[in-house]
């Protein structure tokens, strides 16, 4: 029995079902046509199984309400393609039979005198733009081919109905031509327009080239040690920026009109869609998020898709398979309002103090009447503290040995960290974190005296004593090989909006925030801001000599930072009375 939704057309195997009567006018076609991209019927089988799931689910999304047509981005792009595979199947097919014919039955010479006439008269036809005839005949033909593939004209925009009434008139051209030839004995040209060349190699599929760039992102950065948390954003961001584009799309098809359409869906897409919107399509969730109200994608995340639809284009432009990339100077629709130093606040002194002066730390005084004794105390009472009095990002104090807490020459206690990076490092510029797994970088933090009067290095040394493998030996890393992902969500969801109230740009990274305000307060130079911080204000040859990291040299610095009204004194261990 023949398989009814598989069908060969010049060696290539096609997708062909039809659209359930009742749902026809909802999906703006009667017949789901496309090409498998495959010469081989076994391949074709597989694929045809995977394509009848798709459409099942699609016809049983539509008959819920849950999905809307394709975007005319994908619809002209898809269209355009399949439709050109039509006009070239039915030029070979019909120049094949020409040729058969032909070489079997010879024409005499008046015979080819008279085919030869009629077939300039057709060429001259062809190429006159007010000539009704060559209308009828393209309508004719076309008409033809579009019913052999389950369309339908009228559900083809008018511009798409142009374009491919352009290819017919191309098709049909070729195989006058090649007629033409024939009769005349010329036989020095195997086609005549380039489109209808039988050699001539597949157009790239943008899927397929947008793989190829995927890779090798995927390669540049597993060879440098990049995160997995940075490879996984930039799938995300190719998934994405595929779903615009099409895949189907030909990569030549791709001009900056296409373009622009992207930027368009990309300023409609909700943030956060695939968390909320699981399984929905692009143009789906888009209608779905405008109903419901949701926030849109921010422009400086809009950006990063953009920068990797560029990055895709440029890979393009540099195998010559377009003349120039029409994404170069694409920027996202809406302007981003907010300088980057803007989209995070610090606290407030007034939220420091009832922070540190609250419930929680109250219980862990050492005369506290109910002391705080949970087993993650430390963390809970430390990290806050250290990232308010250091600066550090969590993600760095969670990973760190005991052992990288160490006193200089000059009696300097400092943190010795390995340099990393967290969420909020990225947040500002919506790029992802090109985090090293090997990095060799460090910072040394000389420790402020409130720590030291804390008991901190106290604490560390009886770390060392136990030979723990971390300062916070509660916590465990993520997928990602974040140490802080625990501690923070805890912060997030609790222990922060249980103690204060918490602005709408406010997190666990304020705190680091918070301490780059003080160091402005105490009115650090360039060199301590970059040092205690990892801040850059900005690159000088000199920056790049001498030992800017020696804790001695910012030690004084840190003893300026202060947050006035704060008062931890009643945190302090009680001093050993010796007699």
């Known amino acids: 029995m023949a398989d009814t939704h598989l069908q060969c057309r010049n060696g290539t195997w096609y997708y062909r079902r039809a659209v359930p009567k009742h749902l026809v006018q909802a999906m703006g076609k009667s017949m789901v046509f496309h090409s498998l991209h495959t010469t081989e019927k076994k391949k074709a089988k597989k694929l045809r199984e995977i394509e009848d799931v798709k459409w099942s689910a699609q016809f049983a999304a539509f008959e819920a309400g849950e999905a809307q047509p394709a975007s005319d981005v994908a619809k002209v792009a ?38 030869v006439e009629n077939i300039e008269r057709d060429i001259s036809i062809l190429r006159d733009p007010d000539d009704l005839r060559a209308d009828e005949w393209i309508g004719a033909i076309g008409g033809k081919l579009l019913a052999e593939a389950g369309q339908e004209p009228k559900s083809m925009s008018s511009t798409n109905d142009a374009r491919f009434a352009e290819v017919v008139r191309r098709g049909l051209l070729e195989l006058s031509r090649r007629k033409l030839a024939h009769y ?43 995160s997995a948390k940075w490879q996984d954003k930039i799938k995300a961001q190719v998934t994405l920026v595929r779903e615009l584009i099409g895949d189907d799309t030909p990569v030549s098809a791709i001009d900056y009109d296409l373009c622009l359409r992207a930027r368009s869906l990309l300023a409609k897409t909700p943030s956060n869609r695939t968390k909320i919107y699981p399984g929905l399509s692009l143009e789906a969730a888009i209608k779905k998020a405008a109903e419901e109200g949701r926030p849109l994608m921010a422009p400086v995340t809009q950006a990063t898709y953009l920068d990797t639809l560029r990055g895709i284009l440029r890979l393009a432009e540099l195998k010559r398979l377009l003349p120039h990339n029409p994404a170069s100077t694409l920027r996202p629709l809406k302007r981003d309002a907010e300088k980057p130093e803007d989209k995070r606040e610090p606290f407030k002194l007034e939220q420091i103090k009832a922070f540190f002066t609250g419930t929680f730390y109250q219980s862990c005084a050492p005369n506290a009447p109910v002391p705080y004794a949970k087993a993650d105390r430390e963390w809970r009472f430390w990290l806050p503290l ?36 967290d969420d909020d490092d990225d947040a500002s510029t919506g790029q992802p974190a090109k985090t090293l797994k090997n990095v060799t970088s460090r910072r040394k933090i000389p420790i402020h005296p409130e720590l030291l009067a804390l008991g901190f290095v106290e604490f560390a040394k009886a770390k060392q004593k136990a ?96 947050y006035p009204g704060l008062d931890l004194s009643y945190l302090q261990p009680a001093k050993e009375v010796t007699e």
């Not at 993600?395 to 052992?403: A, G, I, R």
């Open 78 to 115: 898809i269209g355009e393609r399949e439709l050109l595979e039509l006009v070239r199947a039915y030029v070979e097919r019909n120049s094949r039979q020409f040729d058969e014919r032909e070489t079997a039955i010879p024409a005499t010479s008046a015979e080819r005198r008279d085919a």
């Open 184 to 226: 005349q004995d010329d036989f020095g040209k195997v086609f005549f327009d380039a489109e209808f060349d039988p050699a001539r190699p597949k157009p790239l599929r943008f899927e397929e080239l947008a793989n190829q760039y995927l890779l090798m992102q995927i390669e540049e950065a597993e060879a440098n040690g990049m």
């Open 386 to 421: 250290l990232c308010l009095f250091t600066g550090a990002r969590p993600n760095e104090l969670c990973q760190m040995p005991p052992e990288d807490v160490k006193c200089s020459a000059n009696a300097t206690w400092f943190l010795d960290l390995v340099v990393a990076a």
């Open 467 to 562: 030979k723990a493998e971390r300062l916070f030996s509660g916590l465990k890393k993520d997928k990602y090989g974040n140490w802080a992902s625990y501690s923070l969500k805890r912060f997030r969801d609790t222990f922060l909006p249980e103690a204060i109230t918490v602005g709408p740009k406010q997190a666990f990274y304020s705190f680091r925030h918070t301490f780059r305000d003080a160091l402005r307060r105490s009115k650090a130079g360039p060199d301590t801001l970059k040092a205690l911080g990892g801040w850059s204000q900005g690159s000088v040859t000199s920056d790049n000599y001498g030992d800017n990291s020696d804790p001695d040299l910012h030690f004084e610095a840190m003893t300026k930072i202060s």
